[in-house]
């Protein structure tokens, strides 16, 4: 999608369509729109879309009045749904060319970005292998507003659009299509075409290295798996920080030898959600260039069930040395997290983000609207809580406290891979902690937030892309 910004009055705006944003309990009077409003046609309650056609001296074919809600609500996310619903809205009806308005009182750059990035995560369709040819897509997006110069915002917005939905699009592929190598491939020339640095390790480099935990995992299936490095270096910073950005990427969860039930098993070919996000947003920080090294450590594996697979019982050892008793094959992700999370830290990361589809009981703590955030230090939590508000992204803090570590206890290692039936988002955590060790960390769980079960009126069914937005915002912001 083509995106643009001009400073133009709304009449003479050219576009197969005109969004223009209205507040409920403010009668609209443009556009005969306050004959609608006095007719009850439209009330400005949020997502509310009504079609114009031949709207007198209104140069666009079309205007589409969108409820935007309370003005005193409205702020950059909830534009960015708006922006969304109203794109999914118009390109049903195979528009192609649109123009959004901002309004005086909403029109910030961190609006223009918002609303360009609701219109591209609202195009975006999960349907590259279905075969019929009424696709439908938009071309042209172009932001309109009366004031500042917002042409680098939207160009911001679209960046981290792109990147999100390139996320979406890898979440999206099928496990017997997105192997780990096949990560790995698609990692290397997103590297290549931003000029990031990439290396990807193999089975024989992670052998030498020790990552017991991330291979126990591997060896049930008969795809090798592979530790993704990228890398982004700023061309001056004086910042001593060197963030690094850790997220699961296994291609399929299939249980291993804990087999998953049938029911509800294709989803877990989403069990690579945080892998993919951090390429995302690696993707993004390349063209954004933020003033601090950021790293990506995306270990890719396949949970699969094979005749040489890890069992129930096995004890592996990690990287740091700890000795892990396997009581539970189906908590793998936090295995090679551990692995990853301690290779990034001797390769120089002073903080640490994860992002993992890690477990159904962050789920049933916090449905599918917050990620859950667990943090070993405060100043990082805060760090990230903030970058996720601004970016539009409902995380939640959850407890790390060490008491809960005893849940983790084995007879026969330095910790079991599953605490048993109660805080299970919270003891997967305290399991990583002791990977994090006394490094900055923060973990998010995004088992719950990263796949939409039905679509939104602004969001397809199907992987979200979360946290691109976040983990970019965190990068953009960084300062010391
Ligand atoms: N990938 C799953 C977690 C998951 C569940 C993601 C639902 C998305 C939706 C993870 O590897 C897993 O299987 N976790 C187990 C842990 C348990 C064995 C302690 C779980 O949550 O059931
Ligand atoms: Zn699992
Ligand atoms: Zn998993």
Avoid at 15 to 25: D, K, R, S, T
Avoid at 207 to 224: D, F, I, K, Y
Wanted: proline letters at 5%; charged letters at 25%; aromatic letters at 6%.
């Amino acid at each position: 999608m083509q995106t643009s910004f001009e400073r133009k009055p709304l009449e003479q705006v050219e576009a197969g369509a005109l969004i223009v944003p209205v507040f409920e309990g403010r009668r609209e009077e443009r556009f005969g729109a306050g004959d609608l409003f006095d007719a009850g046609e439209i009330a400005g309650k949020p997502l509310e879309l009504l079609l114009l056609h031949h709207v007198p001296g209104v140069v666009a074919t079309r205007v589409l009045l969108a409820g935007a809600g309370k003005a005193e609500k409205f702020d950059s996310a909830e534009l960015r749904k708006l922006a969304g619903a109203a794109v999914r809205h118009l390109k049903s009806k195979s528009v192609k060319s649109i123009a959004m308005a901002l309004d005086p009182e909403h029109a910030s750059a961190d609006f223009a970005s918002a609303a360009v990035e609701g219109a591209i995560l609202g195009d975006y369709e999960p349907d590259r292998y279905k075969t019929d040819d009424d696709k439908k897509s938009v071309d042209r997006f172009t932001v309109v507003g009366a004031a500042d110069d917002l042409e680098d915002a939207v160009t911001r917005g679209r960046i981290v659009a792109e990147a999100q939905n390139f996320a979406r699009t890898l979440v999206n592929e099928p496990g017997n299509l997105l192997t780990p190598s096949k990560v790995a491939d698609a990692a290397r020339s997103m590297a290549t075409e931003y000029q990031l640095d990439c290396q990807v390790l193999d089975l024989a480099e992670m052998e030498r290295l020790g990552m017991g935990a991330l291979l126990g995992v591997a060896r049930g299936s008969a795809e090798p798996p592979a530790l993704i490095v990228i890398g982004y270096k700023p061309s001056q910073t004086n910042s001593p920080a060197h963030l690094g950005l850790v997220g699961k990427g296994v291609t399929f969860d299939s249980g291993g030898i804990s087999i998953k039930p049938s029911d509800g098993m294709e989803k877990m070919k989403y069990d690579m959600a945080g892998g993919a996000a951090m390429l995302g947003a690696m993707r993004a920080i390349a063209q954004l260039k933020p003033a601090l090294a950021v790293t990506a450590f995306i270990p890719c594996v396949e949970n699969m069930p094979g005749s040489r697979a890890q069992r129930p019982g096995d004890i592996v050892v990690a990287m740091s040395g700890k000795t892990i008793e396997v009581i539970n094959t189906d908590a793998e992700g936090r295995l090679i997290l551990a692995d990853a999370l301690t290779y990034a830290r001797k390769q120089g990361c002073t903080h640490l983000v994860d992002a993992a589809t890690l477990t159904g009981a962050v789920v049933v703590a916090l449905g599918h609207l917050n990620v859950g955030l667990f943090s070993n230090d405060n100043g990082m939590r805060d760090r990230v809580l903030q970058a996720a508000k601004s970016a539009g992204e409902r995380m939640w803090p959850m407890p790390l406290e060490d008491d809960y570590k005893e849940y983790l206890k084995s007879a026969f290692a330095d910790l079991a891979n599953v605490g048993g039936r109660w805080g299970g988002a919270i003891t997967a955590a305290i399991f990583l902690k002791e990977f994090a060790e006394d490094t900055p960390w923060v973990h998010l769980d995004i088992a719950g937030t990263a796949w939409l079960d039905e679509s939104k009126p602004f969001l397809a069914k199907g992987p979200t892309g979360l946290p691109v937005r976040t983990m970019v915002r965190l990068a953009m912001g960084w300062a010391d």
